[in-house]
């Protein structure tokens, strides 16, 4: 724990001006990063007596190590600064706010030759019109299949697409009339873009038009006695009453408003949004948060209004955001939305009308959500602390682990072995600091000194850094990278957990003892009884099988099974599918495609002559040379043999997909976890 006033900034070294600061740790990562009108002022109210702090604020100034500031011209500069450091560091004591779920957004991809309606998830994409949020898939696809009768736009994937317009006939949608089947020419690009617009037209809120069309259109049809087509349009504008009926009107003159109401209590609090498009309720989403310091309701909602609008522009930010209570200062949030939608937007709290009844409506959500997460939250703190105690009785540790690590190693027969290295902290995976190992000291299978050779590698990388910028320099870069965020290894574990049995914990103590590192504890868990091994005892230990102490390390053991042999799939399959060409310099994925599609296969490209390989389009002569010459050097794969019948195949193996086209090499999917 750290005395605040170690590292207390000089009186007179903080400016008086508007300006974003940050916490770090020892370890120098970010904990907190704030914001102020005045740094001067904001920051002297962390460094007095720390019984005066919110409890929460004093864990944050106790586990600090270190407070910086970076000046701005203006509170709005302070406001999106602030805004980008929490999402770059994701600092563990500011407010964020955590969905309880994914929420779906009904997707028109505007961006497409042929718009297509879906549901979607994740991250906002460009070109791509949403809808919603919904509460469920299920809602967004009910509203669809009411409204493709209407506007028949096209709902497949790009396969279903592709194969319909390679086949010429359209899938089960396009027979029955929910799809105007652009994939068979049954309407133009622009025909169908049209459709999409309209179906989006709708979906905003601009019902009228399309209901008046329709029942004109079915007025004249009557008249001129075409009955079956009159009753046709009478059952569209039934199914767009019944799709409006879904979402029914909640404001009069079409608004198009956000409604954000909060309920909390000393420790947590709970945000319920309303979107609100042409007076009708659109989606609907919540988040709960723990307030890390003494918030008021205005702060909740200025970083509620961050998480709705920090990635979005322009309509996304609706005209009006009522609220139940103004930030403070208030100006620079509004002139931050203005920013982001381009025009004025009106926040202010809702007085009187259907507005202030709407409001309590959201704030009776906010006040349900809140209860159901405390009857959820304590039951995971309860058996998450309970789990850390155990274990830390268990081995008899000094303090509960807060951070574990895990590695397995991972391997085929011997070939492709790789280790995965995955991280707990306060019993919930951190992800973002998996890492993944390849065995690079030696050939073969041996469990044991790959297990050593990865603990030795990554506490050598933890040393190394600690030696250059963590104690024994000053502390001002400490372990992070010039950018603020850790370097890879940077952080220790309390607790080390191994894959494996008494071999395995040995190695692991040995090259931790290797390395001088005698503050970390270590232990194994043996699959087939579960027991949990720790070094230089005869005997394991063995935890209850109710005991929530066990799970934790099962968890915390599946999960790094899970990772390595990912990975060890990821890599053996990018070896089936290597290829002779691959080594043939300047020859990229779309020439080695023309060659195996013009010959065939290897075992033919083989054969042929430097002629016939000029004959392939973008090759030359003298490519064709070289890849004569790398195909004669390279030894002929063994024959494939189909496993089913013990035939032996013609055909060489990893040379051509199921579909007949060429299969190429892929890098493995890297978007988690880095390798060492």
């Known amino acids: 724990m750290a005395d605040p006033s170690s590292y207390r900034p000089r009186p007179g070294e903080i400016p008086d001006t508007p300006g974003v600061y940050r916490f770090r740790d020892e370890h120098c990562r970010v904990i907190y990063v704030g914001k102020a009108k ?56 500011n407010v964020k706010y955590r969905d309880d779920k994914s929420y779906p957004y009904l997707a028109v991809t505007m961006n497409e030759e042929f718009p297509r309606v879906q549901v979607m998830r994740g991250h906002k994409r ?20 009411l409204l493709l009768r209407v506007f028949p736009v096209r709902t497949c ?4 697409f592709k194969n319909a317009t390679r086949t010429g006939r359209p899938c089960l949608l396009g027979y029955i009339g929910k799809c105007s089947a652009p994939c068979v020419a049954r309407v133009s690009e622009e025909e169908h873009r049209e459709l999409a617009d309209e179906f989006c037209d709708f979906m905003a809120g601009r019902t009228g038009t399309y209901i008046r069309r329709l029942e004109k259109q079915m007025a004249e049809a009557a008249e001129d006695m075409e009955y079956e087509r009159a009753a046709r349009l009478r059952d569209d504008i039934e199914a767009l009453k019944k799709a409006m009926e879904k979402s029914a009107v909640v404001l009069a003159d079409a608004t198009d408003a956000d409604l954000i109401a909060v309920a909390e209590d000393e420790l947590e609090a709970a945000v319920q949004i309303f979107h609100v498009r042409g007076g009708r309720v659109r989606g ?32 996304a930010v609706p005209k009006e955001v ?17 920013g982001r939608r381009g025009s004025n937007v009106s926040l202010r709290i809702p007085q009187r009308g259907d507005k202030k009844a709407l409001m309590e409506t959201v704030e009776r959500n906010a006040q349900q959500a809140l209860v159901l997460h405390k009857t959820k939250r304590a039951s995971d703190l309860t058996t998450r602390s309970r789990a850390l105690e155990e274990i830390a009785e268990a081995l008899d540790l000094v303090s509960a682990p807060l951070r574990i690590e895990c590695y397995d190693i991972s391997h085929l027969q011997g070939d492709d072995v790789v280790a995965s290295m995955v991280v707990f902290e306060d019993g919930l995976q951190r992800k973002s600091e998996y890492r993944r190992f390849q065995i690079k000291g030696f050939e073969g299978q041996d469990d044991v000194r790959s297990m050593h050779e990865v603990i030795n590698r990554r506490f050598r990388r933890y040393l190394a850094e600690k030696e250059k910028t963590g104690e024994w320099a000053d502390g001002e870069d400490a372990l992070t990278e010039e950018d603020g965020r850790p370097k890879k290894f940077a952080y220790p574990p309390q607790l080390v957990v191994v894959d494996g049995g008494r071999p395995q914990v040995a190695a692991a103590k040995k090259a931790l003892d290797e390395l001088g590192i005698d503050d970390v504890a270590v232990c194994g868990l043996a699959k087939r009884l579960e027991e949990v091994w720790l070094p ?30 990912t990975y060890q799939r ?50 030359g002569r003298k490519t064709a040379e070289t890849i004569a010459v790398a195909l004669a050097q390279a030894a002929p794969a063994a024959p494939a043999v189909n496993t089913a019948t013990g035939e032996i195949m013609e055909e060489e193996p990893g040379t ?21």
Request: charged fraction near 25%; aromatic fraction near 8%.
């Open 322 to 338: 009522l609220v139940p209570a103004l930030p403070e200062p208030v100006e620079p949030v509004q002139e931050w939305l203005a």
């Open 570 to 619: 990821t890599k053996r399959a990018k070896r089936f599918r290597s290829s002779p060409l691959d080594d043939v310099p300047g020859l990229g994925d779309s020439r080695k495609q023309a060659l195996l599609k013009h010959f065939g296969s290897l075992k033919k490209l083989r054969s042929a002559t430097i002629d016939q390989i000029c004959e392939v389009p973008g090759i």
């Open 656 to 676: 051509m997909g199921s579909s007949g086209e060429p299969v190429t090499t892929g890098a493995p999917d890297e978007r988690r976890g880095q390798e060492t």
């Open 157 to 160: 994937s790009a396969g279903v």
């Open 284 to 315: 609907q989403r919540g988040w709960v948060t723990d307030k890390v310091e003494d918030v008021t309701t205005g702060a909740l909602v200025e970083h509620a209004l961050q998480q709705l609008y920090g990635e979005e522009k322009g309509d």
């Open 536 to 565: 230089h005892e005869e005997d394991p230990v063995v935890l209850p099988r109710t005991s929530e102490g066990l799970y934790l390390l099962q968890r915390v053991r599946d999960e790094a099974h899970r990772f390595a042999i």
């Open 126 to 145: 460009k070109g791509v019109r949403y809808f919603g949020p919904y509460g469920h898939a299920w809602a967004i696809r009910d509203t669809v299949d």
């Open 38 to 93: 005045s740094l001067r002022q904001r920051l002297a109210n962390y460094f007095q007596d720390l019984t005066n702090l919110h409890p929460r604020t004093r864990t944050m100034v106790t586990t600090a190590a270190s407070v910086e500031w970076t000046v701005v011209s203006t509170e709005v500069e302070a406001l999106q600064l602030e805004y980008s450091w929490i999402k770059e560091f994701d600092p563990r004591f």
